[in-house]
């Protein structure tokens, strides 16, 4: 089965400053890769999602942006960060077309100060 | 507006059923999900239904879905104070996948 990791657990990051969270899949093959952030009350809220290499889907529109440089790793960014990008970011794979369960990393909490 | 939708609370007395309700709007979804999340936990897989079925049955758990209403809804049997946790529907077009809020289930003795 899948195994993601998803990495740095915590961060704590002043305003302005750069941010990149990664995630790497162990396990598939040609995942679908998604970065969602989790708040209370509001669910998980899909950022972004991608079905292949290079390929990005923004879902809303942010300070943040992803890449996919290689096929089971997927890549969280900001050039500036605001504090409303605080959060709990989460990574998740499916297996593309047979996507019947979705894995997810730990997750990062993100504070900015 | 969102593209899944439920109802953030629900409580019940353990023993009765619990019924965990979800609207969605992508009418090219394939797969429709519920997973539980456990205080302090990640998200599980409880169940999923392909949107080619009306109902699907395991042990305490009943997925009943209305495609033309875009109507997904969890009914869990014998409610237990263990089901207390976070329920999230979602769905999959194969290729986005898209969770609603999450029904906070409050088991009370």
């Known amino acids: 089965s899948q195994t993601i990791h998803q990495w740095p657990a915590t961060l704590v990051q002043p305003v302005g400053s750069p941010l990149s969270l990664e995630c790497t899949v162990e396990g598939t093959s040609n995942p679908n890769l998604y970065w969602y952030r989790q708040a209370a009350g509001r669910g998980l809220q899909l950022l972004f999602y991608?079905?292949?290499?290079?390929?990005i889907s923004s879902e809303v529109p942010q300070n943040l942006s992803a890449s996919r440089p290689q096929d089971r790793q997927f890549i969280l960014s900001s050039k500036k960060l605001l504090l409303s990008d605080s959060g709990f970011y989460l990574c998740?794979?499916?297996?593309?077309?047979?996507?019947?369960?979705?894995?997810f990393g730990q997750g990062t909490r993100l504070t900015v100060v | 507006g969102e593209d899944v939708e439920q109802s953030l609370f629900l409580s019940v007395r353990e023993g009765d059923s619990s019924v965990i309700n979800c609207t969605y709007t992508d009418s090219s979804s394939t797969y429709l999900y519920w997973y539980k999340q456990e205080p302090g936990a990640g998200l599980q897989l409880l169940t999923y239904?392909?949107?080619?079925?009306d109902m699907k049955q395991d042990q305490r758990l009943t997925v009943l879905l209305n495609k033309k209403d875009k109507h997904l809804s969890l009914r869990i049997a014998d409610t237990q104070t263990g089901d207390s946790a976070i329920y999230f529907c979602a769905e999959s077009d194969g290729d986005k996948l898209s969770f609603g809020a999450g029904t906070t289930v409050t088991v009370r003795a």
């Open positions: 239904i392909f949107s080619n079925m």
């Open positions: 991608s079905v292949g290499i290079g390929q």
């Open positions: 998740a794979c499916t297996r593309g077309a047979t996507n019947t369960e979705a894995f």
